[in-house]
């Protein structure tokens, strides 16, 4: 194995511990909590496997999974969450969230007094304010990074076995997509008032930000086998059609159960339960709607393509089962 598949499986893991490093540093520096440099500990579970992965696949990476980029969201995501959590019980105490409590029907606000960190006692609004943007720009900053490493971390991680630079590239492109919609999902919904200032739809929002990140470790997209390969197996028509097409099955999977599906749904509860609507979140619900309708269509597609040789095969043989004898004219003939 090359030197230089070692020196990016090296160089791709200490990109992530030095970012989640940010992450903890600026959870202690705005919590005043040193106690949470106990995160880093988690750090130890890139380390391990990258020292397992190093042993046993000599630096390349897994087919179908990226213990490496699971367990940098393992680091990363915890720090982000108290971060979020931490910024929404400042932003409980501005005068933009007093106004939105008497006019929403959020059912769960904190009273100021029951703030961590003394939070009632700050006395001057503009250092508040100031505080917030503050936090908010490095909370946006870190969401934005987190993105744009597991991009390119999985660029520069080794490729898995069975893993061509083709396949790569697709699931690079994909990567990004999936990344700007993620950031415009947590982003765009968090902008409302009556959404920011409500505690129940902020950790809503954060645990579907969570799940969603759930899918860049899966690299699924990339079982598709070439079509000659198929026939090595010898298996029957409809199997192998399954086989065929295992990788847009699992695109489909998860767009409808990972992405699109829970964006759709929590944007819709917002516009009919919670009377929120404004032209962004109408396109972007639009768009959710769309992307499920059209993943739905070529579940429908991968469907008739399956069964149509089926059909065939099944006529074929109830045609030859119902053949009638042949004739003693036609016997002799032969």
């Not at 932003?91 to 106004?99: G, H, I, P």
């Not at 959404?195 to 969570?210: G, H």
């Amino acid at each position: 194995m090359a030197w230089h598949v070692y020196l990016s499986a090296v160089v791709s893991r200490l990109i992530f511990i030095f970012h989640a490093l940010i992450a903890v540093w600026r959870v202690t520096y705005v919590t005043n909590n040193f106690m949470y440099y106990l995160l880093l500990l988690l750090t130890l579970l890139i380390f391990v496997e990258m020292i397992v992965t190093i042993v046993i696949q000599k630096g390349s990476d897994y087919k179908g999974f990226s213990p490496a980029l699971f367990f940098y969201l393992i680091n990363i995501i915890p720090p982000i969450w108290i971060l979020e959590v931490h910024q929404l019980f400042k932003q409980l105490q501005s005068k933009e969230c007093d106004a939105s409590k008497e006019n929403s029907t959020c059912a769960y606000f904190i009273q100021p007094d029951r703030l961590p960190h003394g939070g009632s006692q700050m006395n001057s609004s503009s250092t508040l304010k100031f505080k917030i943007l503050e936090n908010v720009d490095w909370i946006l900053g870190l969401h934005q990074t987190l993105l744009i490493i597991l991009v390119v971390g999985k660029w520069i991680l080794p490729m898995g076995t069975g893993v061509n630079r083709d396949q790569l590239s697709q699931l690079l492109l994909m990567f990004v997509g999936t990344a700007a919609d993620i950031l415009e999902f947590k982003s765009e919904t968090l902008s409302d008032n009556g959404v920011r200032c409500c505690v129940e739809l902020v950790f809503a929002i954060l645990a579907l930000w969570t799940w969603s990140m759930l899918q860049f470790p899966l690299d699924l997209t990339v079982m598709q086998e070439e079509d000659e390969k198929l026939t090595e197996y010898h298996f029957p028509v409809w199997k192998e059609k399954l086989y065929k097409y295992r990788a847009d099955l699992w695109t489909i999977f998860i767009t409808i159960f990972i992405q699109d599906g829970p964006f759709f749904i929590f944007r819709l509860f917002l516009m009919l339960n919670r009377k929120i609507a404004h032209q962004m979140l109408l396109f972007f619900t639009i768009k959710n709607s769309l992307v499920l309708t059209l993943q739905i269509y070529r579940l429908v597609v991968i469907y008739l393509e399956i069964c149509q040789p089926c059909q065939k095969e099944n006529q074929a043989i109830t045609e030859a089962n119902v053949a009638p004898a042949p004739t003693e004219l036609e016997e002799v003939c032969e």
